[in-house]
Structure formats: C-alpha cells, structure tokens
C-alpha cells in the first residue's frame, strides 16, 4: 500500500484481557517501529525491527509485551493481561533505510477499562 | 546513549511572524536529525531531516531547521507562521555511526499560532 496501516484503529478493552495489534509497513521497507504514545506525552520507543536481525527489544516496559514481524512485512504488537496504565496510542513506523525518516501510521488507540 | 531536549513545552506565536521550535540534542556519533509534526487526530508527519552538508536545512510548508554542531543544536524555524502550523512538534536523533540503533525522540513541543 501507499503508506502504513495499522488496524484496528480504535480499541477498548477490558482490564486483564489480552490484545493484539498490527502494523502493515509500506512494501520494501526493511526497518519497522512500534512507539507508545500516552496522552499528552512524546514518543516511547518500543521495539525496531531490522531485516533479518534480531529485533531490538530494549523498549519493551514488562513481560506483557511482545511483538512479532514475518520476515519485511506485517508486524502485530501483543499486550497480555492488560492495565489501565496500557491505555495508549501505538504508532508503527517504517523506514527504507536509516538515513531515511520513518513513514508513521496513523495510530491504534487503545482504551483499557 | 542519545537524548533529545526540548526545553518548552508550548511555544505561542502571533500568525504572520517567524517560529522557532527549540531542539538540543546529545549523540556519541553522527547525530541523523529530523523533525516531525503531529496534526490534531492525525499520525507523524516527517517535516525535515539533517544527515549532512548543509547545515541549514528547507523542508515541507516552508519549515527549515539549521544544524548547529557547536550548540548541539537543531531548531525548527519559519519565517511567517500560519494559523494551520498549530501542531505538536517532535524532534528525533539517532547515532548515524552505528546503523542498529532506533531514534530517539523529544518530548514534543506544542505550537500555537494565533490569529
């Protein structure tokens, strides 16, 4: 597609309820993000994916995260056991190379009650 | 380690004068340095990058942004801002010698103009 998709775009969820989340990165981009977004707060890094290396992690804040990516395309962001302080949005980015910005997709907003 | 300052929260600016977005910056490499904004209900937007030659830098809507290696710098600026600038305003910072690392990004700084 023409830029990144990242589905769904709004979710809520009850507390303790697992989620998942993906990111459709723009085809032939090798490097994909995932940031968290809070209200009113920048951009956390989360986790970067690059080719076929091994993905950095350092930005996952517990266990409950995870996230897989299938070779250079579709990346889904897991969230088990949800809490309230998840609420967020979760940008996915990608990016051609590193001296390229990253194309950000428009955000999963996700809702815990 | 990399990081990213952006030392003001808001930035108010009367429509029809010149912007400044302040960014610092600290990277034990080549700093690679862009900004993005973020319109109200909308995704990231890449505004600009600096990898290197010139040190001042013309990007989308008519932003630019000087690269100061001295100051450990890069402010956004324009020379007349308009009404539909008003948006949160993200600089990011990645070390350019070593290809593994992500960016870092600034805590954002949110821009008013007003009519």
């Known amino acids: 597609g023409a830029g990144v998709s990242q589905s769904p775009s709004n979710k809520v969820t009850e507390k303790g309820k697992d989620v998942e989340l993906r990111c459709d990165p723009i085809s032939g981009h090798t490097a994909l993000y995932w940031y968290r977004q809070r209200l009113g707060q920048g951009l956390e890094f989360l986790i970067y994916f690059q080719g076929n290396s091994a993905p950095d992690k350092s930005g996952l804040p517990s266990d409950r995260f995870s996230a897989e990516r299938t070779g250079e395309s579709v990346s889904t962001l897991t969230i088990q056991r949800t809490q309230q302080e998840d609420s967020a949005v979760y940008l996915c980015?990608?990016?051609?190379?590193?001296?390229?910005?990253?194309?950000f997709g428009s955000g999963t907003r996700l809702t815990v009650v | 380690a990399q990081s990213v300052a952006q030392p003001e929260d808001q930035v108010n600016v009367a429509e029809g004068n010149p912007l400044t977005v302040k960014c610092t910056y600290s990277v034990s490499g080549n700093p690679y340095l862009f900004w993005y904004v973020q319109y109200p209900n909308r995704g990231l937007q890449f505004l600009l990058k600096?990898?290197?030659?010139?040190?001042l830098v013309k990007g989308s809507y008519g932003f630019e942004a000087e690269f100061n290696k001295s100051q450990t710098s890069f402010h956004l600026k324009k020379p007349s801002a308009l009404v539909s600038d008003s948006a949160l305003y993200f600089c990011a910072v990645r070390d350019g010698d070593n290809y593994g690392q992500n960016f870092v990004f600034g805590p954002g700084t949110r821009l008013s103009v007003l009519p």
């Open positions: 980015a990608s990016s051609l190379q590193s001296t390229y910005g990253y194309t």
């Open positions: 600096y990898i290197t030659g010139d040190n």
